[in-house]
């Protein structure tokens, strides 16, 4: 009986020895393709990942080139000796105003244009047609501004009627935004109203109330209080004319309508990642937006 049991289990050995080296094989040549193919299809990744960044930092570099070559052409024609005619001028501040909106601030070319039309000799008809080739591209910029401002943060508007402003300032009824979990006050008061340049002078009054991310010695609560004055017009855009707020907010008020009787305004608030590429943000509110970034992290990781 053992040596028949020892002979079974010969036999065994004898079938499973050469399919265990035939599996062992398949086993080796398997991970050694499926891992060349992982390696394979990861290195292409990587590959077309550092194609598509090149070709958009090239992209990018390309346009930044196109973007100095024009502003130096436009900004040349308005310094060139000799005179030039209003329709060059006109047309070269829609290009500027068009392209470089976001990052320069072209108020005192549209004031400076306006005032030449006012002050040269030019027919009715065609002194009317420039002024209202300027209001227009003013508010279309205006408009598109604000669509991305709102967008990022949040705002309200307000009607102004100039029967009460004849007597006494008139203050708008109030209003709350919330922008980053910030909640501020806003009151609008305005002051004055001219009509032929169809601008507004108004305080604008920010109350911040008891802030959680604000750091104090005591537990006691505290608001925060900005008041300012200043004069807006249709030559004002949000981007570029706007307050500067605490945990690097900005503030603008905007006109979006000026008739006899009435005027429109929207204020807008919105994170200053969004205010122009000239707008810097100070030091202390980087660190602020550092420490709140990874406390934020922190805070998910835990979770």
Not at 38 to 45: D, P, V, Y
Not at 165 to 190: A, S
Not at 225 to 241: H, L, N, Q
Request: aromatic share 8%; glycine share 4%; with cysteine.
């Amino acid at each position: 009986m053992k040596n028949e049991k020892k002979d079974r289990w010969d036999k065994v050995d004898i079938i499973l020895k050469p399919v265990g080296g035939l599996l062992t094989a398949i086993a080796v040549s398997s991970l050694g393709f499926f891992g060349s193919q992982f390696l394979a299809h990861r290195q292409s990744i990587e590959t077309n990942s550092r194609l598509y960044t090149e070709l958009l930092s090239k992209r990018e570099e390309a346009e930044s080139e196109l973007r100095k070559d024009m502003f130096k052409s436009i900004i040349d024609s308005f310094l060139k000796q000799g005179p030039a005619s209003i329709e060059e001028k006109v047309l070269n501040l829609e290009l500027l105003i068009y392209n470089f909106h976001e990052s320069i601030n072209l108020k005192p070319l549209f004031i400076h244009l306006k005032k030449e039309l006012t002050e040269k000799v030019f027919e009715d008809e065609t002194r009317m047609a420039y002024l209202e080739r300027l209001n227009k591209v003013a508010k279309e910029i205006t408009r598109k501004q604000m669509f991305v401002l709102e967008g990022a943060g949040d705002s309200f508007s307000r009607t102004i009627e100039f029967d009460r402003l004849q007597n006494e300032h008139v203050k708008l009824y109030p209003g709350n935004l919330k922008v980053n979990d910030i909640e501020r006050i806003f009151r609008i008061i305005v002051l004055k109203a001219d009509h032929d340049a169809k601008e507004l002078k108004i305080r604008l009054e920010i109350i911040t109330p008891d802030d959680p991310n604000r750091e104090r010695d005591t537990d006691q609560k505290e608001d925060t209080y900005i008041t300012c004055e200043f004069w807006v017009g249709f030559f004002d855009f949000p981007m570029i004319d706007n307050t500067r707020l605490s945990h690097d907010q900005r503030s603008a008020i905007v006109i979006t309508n000026f008739t006899e009787s009435t005027a429109n305004v929207t204020l807008l608030e919105f994170p200053g990642s969004h205010a122009s590429l000239k707008e810097k943000p100070y030091l202390q509110e980087v660190i602020e937006n550092l420490n709140k970034t990874g406390k934020s992290l922190g805070e998910s990781k835990m979770k």
